[in-house]
């Protein structure tokens, strides 16, 4: 009963910037760490970068440097501000939450997905 919605996604020249958010609910009771992966066409899907609990972050060598995740426990939301877009970072982007649920159940879910373009 856990979901997980993506906004923010669109069409972007390259050298532009976007930022995807990503709000969890439902019977949600403790996140652990929220991350970001993406899928481009012909390829299979990568972490792009992830945020525990705690604050402590990682990048994909791709995203470092240019992208910055950052999460609010408060509204259990997790944020990916891309800037310098490149034509190769244009992917399928899904959120990502490992949890515990009310009853204490551990599982990891996945957002529906934001579509991000980037054009020349």
């Known amino acids: 009963q856990v979901q997980l919605v993506e906004s923010g996604g669109g069409l972007v020249q390259a050298g532009g910037s976007l930022r995807l958010s990503c709000a969890a609910s439902g019977s949600i009771f403790s996140i652990n760490h929220m991350g970001w992966y993406r899928q481009a066409p012909g390829k299979q899907r990568e972490l792009v970068a992830v945020?525990?609990?705690?604050?402590?972050?990682a990048y994909a060598a791709s995203a470092k440097g240019r992208f910055t995740i950052s999460r609010d426990n408060a509204e259990n939301t997790v944020s990916l501000q891309m800037n310098s877009l490149k034509l190769e970072d244009t992917a399928v982007y899904y959120c990502?939450?490992?949890?515990?649920?009310?009853?204490?159940?551990?599982?990891?879910?996945w957002g529906q997905g934001t579509q991000v373009t980037v054009s020349s």
């Open positions: 945020i525990t609990s705690g604050g402590t972050t």
């Open positions: 990502n939450a490992d949890l515990w649920d009310y009853s204490r159940s551990h599982g990891t879910y």
